[in-house]
């Protein structure tokens, strides 16, 4: 896995509640037997009308906005427990998604894949859109080790929390399966005694 | 103190424990289908790695087969390809695959329960949201992602924080006309699409209790709409003469055994839940979603929400949804006009979903306007309903029914609703595309999606029982 600790970058803001992992990537393009390519179809149907024409008024295509960091809101990656949309988050070439709220499963599949999910409280995200809305050249510096967020232009800084073991596994590009598989001899014990 | 259910079933599956990391949680059960195993399977190879407990192990394809001419090879080459990829899978790892043409096959959250295969107690996975619907049966159920499919393949263990645990209370009897489907309905409009995240949710009370294995299963299933990544329900005497028999269930005095320790499956009179709501069955009317998440849902007499009701900066959000739907302001969305029903899914689909329409619809006939595609959730529920002669009151009311899979639940396959035209859907998600690009789903209980097929409109079906 890929290693994270710091990033500095300008972002691409959707402010935008309830965003849900059928609009990340739609079911129809998950018919790829391997993690890769799932970029080009990254909210699919928000990006391209049904003649594969880019729409102007989404922001994804507005050059304006750009950065490896996506900002959303709230309850970002319900639904479908489809990793595809971490994949396509990553492979498009976003490497933070941040939002007031994050639904379970799409947060546990982005750290799976070194994709930092950041929750910041509702004002915090409320004060990143208005600061990008109005300096799109706004940049986010976040550091992982320190666990902060901050808005350069303003100064404003959050202290996120992160599972301190998924932030090691993070830093170092560890996975879970490195660490449960040097488990091995405990769960063997376990099915030996249950 | 007591313990909850959740924390009973939890704990006699912690294979460690240690401060600083997640659990490791033991998973006794992992079912696997088309979508999201391959790239699991990749993992395997790459790592020189076989599947740990294959015998713990089930597959079938279900998210990406036509519903229509099973019996012949798969005409889109994606889709045969990824098919194709499970069955090659499975072979290499030794995993027994209920397939295309396979007595077995279905829906991954049909067959499971009506193979016995979902028992109280279990710990139980798949790569799928909808996994929760096995908690059912008094077991912990939860949707993963490809990443820890790879990692219960190899471990049968996953590193799992323990969640908040929250009781959800339905009592009273519930009115003519509603059922299971309009409970869960009700109370995600009630707390959000958001308002389970974190939590295990136990739903409990009397008219929970009253309903059957089919409905408890409906219930759970929806758990994740609300964010909750399970729902579960203490087993019974209901839950246990459904099990009993299966294929896979125990027997004998395996069950004897089986059957002392899921008595002991409650949660602890003095057991403390993170978070206790209570509803009122009789407050409960069909329920119909008018928006572009299962939390945007109404009695289905009640008029749509106006923008303005909603928080100031969730404003535009709903106008979006809206604007979707063709929806406006404070309309009612009865007589509303309809395209489609489809009545199947992980949510309705199971033989007893099928007598409910047929009973209902028998001497009736769909409306010019509509398309009724019926996709029944296993090729065993498929059987019994062709036993029942259910098939033939569906074929004289110009329902069609198909052959088993997620079908236009998800729109993976080529059941697709068009662009604009209104979808009324026994499913579990109203998402924008879900059902196809730019299709506009409107998600109901199977009566009244079958009183949408006859009258081609959104009516109260409590007028016509």
Not at chain 1, 54 to 73: C, E
Not at chain 2, 308 to 323: T, V
Not at chain 2, 366 to 378: H, L, T, Y
Request: proline residues 5%; hydrophobic residues 40%.
């Amino acid at each position: 896995m890929k290693k994270f600790e710091k990033l500095a970058s300008r972002v691409v803001p959707l402010p935008i509640e309830n965003i849900d992992t059928d609009q990340i990537i739609p079911a129809r393009f998950l018919k790829a037997t391997t993690r890769e390519g799932f970029g080009n179809n990254l909210f699919r149907d928000w990006r391209f009308d049904s003649n594969e024409q880019p729409k102007a008024d989404f922001v994804m295509n507005n050059p304006t906005y750009q950065g490896k960091i996506l900002v959303a809101g709230k309850n970002f990656g319900c639904g479908s427990s489809r990793e595809h949309a971490a994949w396509a988050i990553q492979d498009y070439g976003f490497d933070v998604v941040v939002s007031s709220f994050f639904a379970d499963i799409f947060k546990g599949n982005a750290l799976n894949n070194g994709v930092l999910p950041i929750t910041v409280p509702e004002e915090f995200l409320e004060k990143i859109f208005a600061q990008v809305f109005a300096n799109p050249a706004t940049a986010l510096a976040i550091d992982l080790e320190a666990q902060t967020i901050r808005i350069e232009e303003t100064g404003d800084e959050f202290i996120f929390e992160i599972n301190p073991y998924k932030k090691s596994c993070l830093i170092n590009g560890y996975d879970d399966i490195d660490y449960i598989l040097s488990q091995r001899e405990a769960i063997e014990n376990f099915e030996e005694n249950r | 103190m007591g313990k909850t259910l959740v924390e009973k079933i939890w704990d006699a599956h912690v294979v460690k424990s240690q401060e600083g990391f997640p659990d490791i949680l033991y998973i006794d059960t992992h079912l696997i289908h088309e979508v999201t195993s391959p790239q699991a399977f990749d993992g395997l190879r790459k790592r020189g790695l076989p599947v740990f407990r294959p015998q713990q192990t089930i597959a079938t394809a279900d998210h990406n087969v036509p519903t229509l001419d099973q019996h012949l090879p798969i005409k889109e080459e994606l889709s045969r390809y990824q098919v194709d990829m499970l069955t090659k899978n499975c072979k290499e790892f030794g995993v027994e695959l209920y397939g295309l043409g396979h007595p077995y096959q279905g829906i991954v959250h049909v067959i499971g329960p009506e193979l016995g295969i979902t028992q109280p107690g279990k710990t139980m996975v798949c790569g799928d949201s909808h996994t929760s619907t096995h908690g059912a049966f008094g077991a912990i159920a939860f949707g993963i992602g490809t990443s820890q499919v790879e990692q219960v393949f190899a471990t049968q263990c996953l590193l799992q924080q323990k969640p908040k645990t929250m009781k959800i209370e339905v009592n009273g009897e519930l009115g003519k006309g509603v059922g299971a489907k309009d409970i869960i309905l009700y109370i995600i409009s009630k707390i959000s699409a958001a308002g389970g995240t974190g939590y295990f949710v136990e739903y409990a009370g009397s008219a929970i209790r009253s309903l059957s294995m089919e409905g408890r299963m409906t219930i759970c299933n929806m758990s994740i709409e609300m964010g909750a990544r399970g729902g579960l329900i203490a087993p019974d005497q209901t839950t246990f003469d459904y099990v009993k028999g299966r294929e896979f269930a125990p027997a004998g005095e395996e069950w004897d055994k089986a059957l002392a320790y899921w008595q002991t499956l409650y949660s602890d009179e003095d057991a403390q839940f993170d978070s206790v709501l209570t509803f009122d069955a009789a407050d409960i009317q069909p329920m119909i979603t008018y928006g572009t998440n299962p939390g945007m849902g109404i009695g289905i007499t009640q008029e749509i929400p106006t923008t303005s009701s909603q928080p100031e900066n969730e404003q535009p959000s709903f106008q979006k949804a809206l604007d979707y739907m063709g929806f406006h302001d404070g309309e009612a969305v009865l007589g509303k006009p309809v395209d489609y029903v489809f009545i199947g899914s992980c949510t309705n689909s199971r033989i007893e979903d099928l007598r409910q329409v047929a009973a209902f619809v028998q001497g009736k006939k769909k409306a010019d306007n509509v398309e009724v595609w019926i996709v029944p959730g296993s090729k065993q529920v498929e059987a019994q309903a062709k036993l029942e002669g259910i098939d033939k009151v569906f074929e004289a009311a110009g329902f069609m029914l198909r052959e088993p899979g997620c079908s236009a639940c998800l729109g993976m396959n080529e059941d697709k609703i068009p662009a604009g035209k209104y979808c009324v859907s026994t499913s579990n998600r109203n998402f924008e595309g879900r059902q196809g690009p730019n299709a506009r789903t409107m998600l109901v209980s199977p009566l009244t999606a079958a009183a949408a097929a006859v009258t081609g409109r959104i009516v109260d079906v409590r007028e016509l029982v």
